[in-house]
């Protein structure tokens, strides 16, 4: 990642659309039409796993690490490959916020249609090979999926004792019972695949690149914990031992309790870490570049005892990182991996991040606070192998910040330091233009700061579990005058594409 460029951070739900949440169709494909046009190198997005409304529709708390978000399937494009017909295609209202009720009940209405028309073709040879290449992961996906359906999707925790624990004969009886709806999930896993290879192709094509996310923690109540329990901290029922955190800090007195289940490193290790080998390399078979959310729980992480309603009386435990990156760098000796290194991160996780050559985060938002010129995020701290952001989904827009969040002293700091002055309409792009002219190799800046939105084009709100992920844009809002701002600035600060595409009004 050492040629210099720029890129935006935009979810593929986002994207503007006709069935109620941004999809692998049209929109996205215009997208990458403007990221060309405007000489960007680089698209972002979160990750792309299930995502179930129990979570919060949160893209970080997934039933898979391998399946694709059937959400994001789009209509348009089924409708072009045959799957559907025109007046299978019913609109939803075009809101600023994801209806993620009506959307699911509207996409599994038309993956119905889908499949019913899909079975009816007896020659499926691209299909028996999607099986084939993804064996490892879809059977035991599709059944979950499946199952979970048919127990009305009760976590599986809660299933008989039988099925949780995966006994031969009650799964298979089970499994043939519940055939067709496997099947269903199969074919919407192909459909997924099959539009997010033809856009991943089209976008390397006009040379971007995908970063693509993933988090380190699985869902307790996800195909992985369910087919390989023995890589994770469970007890004789299959129900967590300790969980996942992170202890009290300046933010949190109780600290943050996530809930996913521990990974049970010692047995990873002495399997070669086959499953992390196997979902880094999917990975990378889905983006150009991975990043990869919470790294430094790869050296040690924070455990709480189930049935703990804070993270207060958890403890340090060790992970194996050294010799974890060591096997993953041998599988794959070009390793694109972004480490998220934010907030309080020891000597350890930089030392292990330099050997391996893996880039980490800065974030503008962070630099403001304690006046400091040593702050790392301040731009003139930069260092070349990095990747500088306004601010993340995590974040508040920095508009949004500007206005609700920072303090007088970090508005006065941010004047200080930009040299002129701030207001709600310009600290965006004061913002951008300071880490575009950094040191920093590649910038990326979510789609809401160079539109210049405020803080309700907030993606997510961590800590909260309602109304988050729904922000979507309108259409026609990434416009002309905005491809020309951001195309100006790029070229400026030596950032423009190497094969840029002409603007087009």
């Not at 993606?459 to 002309?480: C, F, H, I, K, Q």
């Amino acid at each position: 990642m050492a040629t210099r460029g720029s890129g935006l951070l935009l979810h593929l739900t986002s994207l503007p659309s006709p069935y109620g949440i941004g999809d692998l169709g049209p929109a996205a494909y215009e997208f990458a039409d403007f990221l060309a046009q405007a000489k960007q190198r680089f698209w972002q997005i979160l990750p792309l796993g299930p995502t179930d409304p129990v979570t919060g529709n949160s893209p970080y708390s997934s039933a898979s690490a391998f399946a694709g978000n059937s959400l994001l399937v789009s209509p348009d494009l089924m409708l072009r490959d045959g799957l559907v017909s025109r007046d299978d295609l019913e609109p939803l209202p075009v809101l600023r916020q994801v209806d993620f009720p009506a959307v699911i009940a509207h996409r599994e209405r038309l993956f119905r249609t889908g499949f019913s028309r899909f079975k009816q073709d007896t020659h499926k040879p691209d299909y028996d090979r999607f099986q084939a290449e993804n064996a490892g992961w879809l059977e035991d996906y599709a059944a979950f999926a499946a199952i979970k359906i048919h127990f009305e999707r009760q976590a599986w925790g809660e299933w008989p004792a039988e099925i949780r624990q995966r006994r031969k004969r009650p799964i298979e009886n089970l499994k043939r019972t519940l055939a067709d709806e496997i099947e269903l999930a199969k074919f919407i896993q192909y459909v997924f695949f099959k539009q997010w290879a033809a856009l991943k192709l089209y976008c390397n094509g006009k040379d971007i690149s995908l970063i693509g996310d993933i988090p380190i923690y699985v869902s307790d109540d996800s195909a992985d914990a369910w087919s390989h329990p023995e890589i994770f901290k469970l007890d004789e029922e299959l129900r967590p031992t300790v969980v996942a955190g992170v202890p009290p800090d300046y933010f949190s007195k109780t600290g943050q309790l996530w809930g996913n289940p521990l990974y049970q490193w010692d047995v990873l290790k002495s399997g070669g870490y086959k499953w992390w080998i196997d979902r880094i390399g999917h990975a990378l078979a889905l983006y150009n570049i991975v990043r990869v959310d919470h790294f430094r729980g790869f050296l040690a992480y924070w455990e709480v005892p189930a049935g703990e309603k804070t993270a207060v009386n958890g403890r340090w435990a060790e992970a194996p990182a050294d010799d974890f990156f060591e096997v993953l760098s041998r599988r794959f000796p070009q390793l694109p991996i972004v480490a998220e290194d934010l907030g309080v991160i020891t000597p350890d996780v930089k030392a292990l991040m330099k050997r391996f050559g893996l880039s980490g985060m800065r974030v503008l938002l962070f630099a403001f606070g304690d006046g400091s010129p040593r702050n790392p995020y301040l731009p003139h701290n930069y260092v070349e192998d990095c990747l500088a952001y306004t601010g993340t989904h995590d974040n508040n827009t920095a508009r949004g910040w500007f206005e609700a969040e920072a303090r007088p002293d970090e508005k006065l700091n941010l004047m200080r330091y930009v040299g002129c002055q701030v207001t709600p309409q310009n600290i965006a792009w004061e913002l951008v233009r300071l880490a575009m002219m950094s040191v920093a190799a590649t910038t990326v800046f979510p789609v809401q700061d160079v539109l210049g939105l405020g803080e309700d084009a907030r993606m997510n709100r961590p800590s909260t579990a309602d109304g988050n992920w729904g922000w979507r844009l309108l259409p026609g809002e990434v416009d002309a005058g905005v491809r020309a701002r951001l195309l100006e600035m790029t070229e400026i600060y030596g950032r423009a594409a190497a094969k840029p595409e002409a603007a087009q009004g």
